[in-house]
């Protein structure tokens, strides 16, 4: 040790633990702890007290009594992460799991570095627990202002009168790079275009980064005109003058915007909005700019004001949200042997709500990563209800790409099997229409994924879309499911019925199930059972249910069975 450290450090020992306690207290969404596994006592840092609701200070290791539990899919991996760090592995990584704070829940991401003494041996455990459910303001990729920021300034921008605007710009298929290329390689894209729209905005209006690579601009006062010219300024600058390592990397937008009205009561209800336009710029009009206002005119304001408040139920407690189920067939026997869980929501004085109404919205939002986890959860409870009685028995269970896309994904899905104690071929996954626009090579890399832990994967829709066929040539799906609309009108229709059955036996040849949904009443059934599908969905079977009242359903059915 030199000079300068002898000096710095004379004389500071019975100062150590108050200069720990005051580093500690810096940030207020970070939180240490501290524990001398020569004795297993923990010491915990204020911000680390208050936020866990400990009542001591100091702690025995694992004797700890938190207020506020772990979420029951994230203790396997927190018990398995702090056992990785006291064995010196991953010490350059972060692990994360989330805590029930209220009636949400906060995601931790903890960090540690261990200490050895002079026998080589660990002595001390550094823990710094990270809280994205609180912000400081300042997103630490970007260096731009965060969703709590933003929230906050749509509150400003109610209050005023005046032609206030927020634009949306989301970096289609980002997640596939992060993926692919790394975090590093994707967090430096991200700074990257965060300097670019900085300096296309100016002083025009502030930016904020949302969660993954969505970003908001708000304006004070800004022209239709105007708007467009400057989204059609950052589509330049992305899709051709972003270089990384000397590579251009082109990105392709989706934008949306709304123009702040007093109607529109709170930022959720604004910011709803502002979701419905960048889906539509992706989903109908090829990313080019959507302005809500122009699309709605004003109307249908009730139906909105009802997607804030379904909305807000999904990203604290799930209340109204319900698992009803549809029977699936065998075609050959006419058993029963799977179900579909399909979402609704229902809470008074709204009533019941189709999902029709509003999962074209959270399919977008960041919510629908928890509540799809809590659909799946619930699926496999309710499904082995019915596989006590036919352990063959399945659930199929939709997934969006807003789920998929997420690397968090493989990892819950493994731990609601565990949690729930399912098997693998309990479940199959059926992808929806938006994750056809996923990236090729990420997509066959989560279908190995899956199938490597003995999960079937269903392609949800298909016949329709450009990408469906594609897909089922490229990627080994265990199962099509085909669109209903092939179904309407079937007699009638020659080259609907040329259709499916090609699909049919197509999907014979490749050792691939089909299921042919629609079938509506006996009279489609017995023609479209002429096609030689592994599987029949529809009102023939059962509309859509609760569990209680499938289970009837199975009763009945098998109880035909045996009598026939």
Request: aromatic residues 10%; glycine residues 6%.
């Amino acid at each position: 040790m030199n000079s300068s450290a002898d000096s710095f450090w004379r004389d500071m020992s019975a100062f150590f633990p108050d200069i720990v306690a005051s580093v500690a207290s810096l940030s207020k969404k970070s939180y240490f702890s501290i524990t001398n596994l020569k004795n297993d006592i923990t010491w915990w840092s204020q911000r680390a007290m208050d936020f866990f609701g400990l009542e001591e200070n100091y702690t025995l290791r694992g004797k700890e009594k938190s207020k506020k539990p772990i979420h029951p899919d994230d203790v396997a991996n927190f018990r398995k992460g702090f056992a990785e760090r006291l064995a010196g592995e991953n010490l350059d990584k972060s692990w994360e799991y989330r805590i029930l704070n209220g009636n949400t829940y906060n995601r931790i991401s903890a960090t540690a570095k261990l200490l050895y003494d002079e026998s080589g041996d660990p002595f001390v455990i550094v823990i710094q627990y990270n809280n994205y459910g609180i912000s400081d303001g300042v997103d630490s990729v970007t260096g731009l202002r965060t969703e709590s920021a933003l929230n906050h300034r749509i509150t400003e921008l109610l209050a005023m009168e005046g032609d206030s605007a927020l634009l949306k710009i989301t970096l289609d298929q980002f997640s596939n790079i992060n993926v692919l290329y790394g975090t590093d390689f994707a967090d430096e894209l991200l700074s990257r275009a965060a300097d670019e729209l900085l300096h296309q905005v100016g002083d025009r209006g502030n930016v904020y980064r949302l969660f993954g690579a969505k970003f908001v601009i708000t304006f004070d006062r800004i022209t239709k005109e105007e708007l467009n010219c400057i989204n059609d300024q950052i589509a330049d600058v992305l899709g051709n003058k972003i270089i990384i390592n000397g590579s251009k990397v082109p990105l392709k937008i989706s934008a949306g915007a709304v123009f702040v009205k007093s109607y529109m009561k709170d930022s959720n209800s604004v910011r709803s909005r502002l979701s419905f336009a960048v889906n539509h710029s992706r989903t109908e009009h090829h990313g080019e700019l959507v302005i809500f206002n122009d699309e709605f005119h004003g109307n249908n304001e009730k139906q909105f004001d009802l997607i804030s408040v379904i909305h807000k139920c999904a990203i604290t407690d799930f209340k109204g949200f319900r698992l009803f189920y549809q029977p699936i067939a065998d075609t050959r026997t006419g058993i029963i042997r799977g179900m579909e869980a399909l979402i609704r929501w229902e809470l008074e004085p709204y009533g019941m709500v189709s999902p029709g109404v509003f999962m074209e919205w959270l399919e977008q939002d960041p919510c629908m990563f928890d509540l799809g986890n809590w659909v799946l959860r619930t699926a496999l409870t309710d499904v082995k209800r019915i596989r006590s009685r036919q352990p063959d028995f399945f659930v199929n269970v939709n997934v969006a790409a807003t789920q998929l896309e997420r690397k968090e994904f493989r990892t819950a899905v493994l731990n609601i099997l565990q949690g729930t104690h399912s098997q693998p071929d309990e479940l199959c996954l059926e992808l929806t229409e938006r994750c056809k626009n996923l990236d090729f090579a990420f997509l066959k890399s989560e279908v190995a994924y899956f199938h490597s832990l003995g999960i079937k994967i269903a392609l949800d829709d298909f016949g329709t879309g450009n990408s469906s066929l594609s897909l089922a040539l490229a990627l080994p799906f265990d199962e099509l499911k085909v669109d209903m609309s092939f179904i309407k009108d079937i007699k009638e229709r020659p080259q609907n019925q040329a259709m499916i059955q090609s699909i049919v036996d197509y999907a014979n040849r490749t050792d691939t199930e089909t299921c042919i949904e629609g079938i509506e009443n006996e009279d489609v059934h017995e023609y479209i059972s002429r096609f030689g599908a592994t599987w029949h969905q529809g009102y023939y079977y059962s509309k859509p249910v609760p569990i209680e009242q499938f289970e009837e359903i199975i009763e009945r059915n098998q109880s035909e069975i045996v009598a026939e």
